[in-house]
């Protein structure tokens, strides 16, 4: 990738004013889903690429180059409060959902730690006033918690046409937000461009296959911007 890097519209050195604006990444991540309700596809394969794309090299070019943040550890999965066929889940709901299960003990939060709410079909996520499906695919978000930034994303289905409707367009926004998230932990607060995007934003849905040597394509996702490649990813590694 550094010798043929990747279709990119955004290239090295690209995007203008990138750079970290006050220092919020999470230094090594450790990532846990939480499930809202019944997953859409095959939780199994989407649970091992949750493991693979934060622990097997994904995002070591960030670690490599100075921003703040690498590979990481994913922690595994629960089950969240589930929610029913054709509501709403607006970002405050998802913050109070967070705090309740850091209360109930459910989860356990300190500062690498971003917690991946996966939504069941039909549920609409809102931010402010764009809705899942029309506005955007995913996202990520933080809030203060007992002297924590806590960080978090909302990952709607992406059943619906816009969002793609495989399951290769969830793995490739769940890496689209892991990496926004990972260096720029509480929103425009680290790593951004001059017009506010992220590194994910800067090269959304250009997609690609990523896995193992035996299985090179097993898995969709996309890249992300750094100021010296452009589109970036790290190679596998075990």
Same mark, same amino acid.
């Given at each position: 990738?550094?010798?043929?890097?990747?279709?990119?519209? &955004?290239?090295?050195?690209?995007?203008?004013?990138?750079?970290?604006?006050? =220092?919020?990444?999470?230094?090594?991540?450790?990532?846990?889903?939480?499930?809202?309700?019944?997953? #859409?596809?095959?939780? +199994?394969?989407?649970?091992?690429?949750?493991?693979?794309?934060?622990?097997?090299?994904?995002?070591?070019p960030l670690k490599q180059l100075?921003?703040?943040?690498?590979?990481?550890?994913?922690? =595994?999965n629960i089950d969240g409060p589930?929610?029913?066929?054709?509501?709403? $889940?607006?970002?405050?709901?998802?913050?109070?959902?967070?705090?309740?299960?850091?209360?109930?003990?459910? /989860?356990?939060?300190?500062?690498?730690?971003?917690?991946?709410?996966? /939504?069941?079909?039909?549920?609409?996520? /809102?931010?402010?006033?764009?809705?899942?499906?029309?506005?955007?695919?995913?996202? !990520?978000?933080? $809030?203060? #918690?007992? +002297?924590?930034?806590?960080?978090?994303?909302?990952?709607?289905?992406?059943?619906?046409?816009?969002?793609g409707g495989q399951i290769g367009? $969830?793995?490739?926004?769940?890496? !689209? @937000?892991?990496?926004?998230?990972?260096?720029?932990?509480?929103?425009?607060?680290?790593?951004?461009?001059?017009?506010?995007? @992220?590194?994910?934003?800067?090269?959304?849905?250009?997609?690609?296959? #990523?896995?193992?040597?035996?299985?090179?394509?097993?898995?969709?996702?996309?890249?992300?911007? &750094?100021?010296?490649?452009?589109?970036?990813?790290?190679? #596998?590694?075990?």
């Amino acid at each position: 990738l550094v010798t043929r890097p990747l279709a990119s519209p &955004t290239g090295p050195g690209g995007a203008a004013g990138f750079r970290n604006v006050a =220092g919020s990444q999470i230094a090594a991540p450790e990532v846990t889903n939480v499930y809202m309700g019944p997953f #859409w596809g095959d939780r +199994g394969f989407a649970e091992e690429f949750s493991k693979a794309i934060v622990e097997n090299g994904y995002l070591d070019p960030l670690k490599q180059l100075g921003y703040g943040t690498g590979s990481g550890t994913y922690l =595994g999965n629960i089950d969240g409060p589930v929610l029913g066929k054709g509501s709403q $889940f607006a970002d405050s709901d998802a913050q109070t959902a967070v705090q309740a299960m850091l209360t109930s003990g459910a /989860l356990k939060a300190n500062a690498n730690s971003l917690f991946v709410l996966i /939504l069941p079909d039909g549920v609409t996520s /809102l931010l402010g006033s764009d809705r899942s499906c029309q506005a955007f695919c995913g996202y !990520h978000e933080a $809030f203060s #918690w007992n +002297g924590l930034e806590v960080a978090y994303a909302v990952l709607p289905s992406p059943l619906c046409k816009p969002c793609g409707g495989q399951i290769g367009d $969830f793995t490739a926004v769940y890496a !689209h @937000e892991l990496a926004e998230a990972s260096t720029d932990k509480v929103p425009g607060q680290g790593w951004t461009a001059a017009n506010g995007a @992220e590194n994910g934003d800067l090269e959304a849905w250009i997609l690609f296959g #990523w896995g193992p040597p035996a299985d090179p394509q097993r898995f969709t996702i996309q890249g992300y911007y &750094t100021n010296e490649r452009g589109n970036t990813v790290g190679a #596998w590694r075990p």
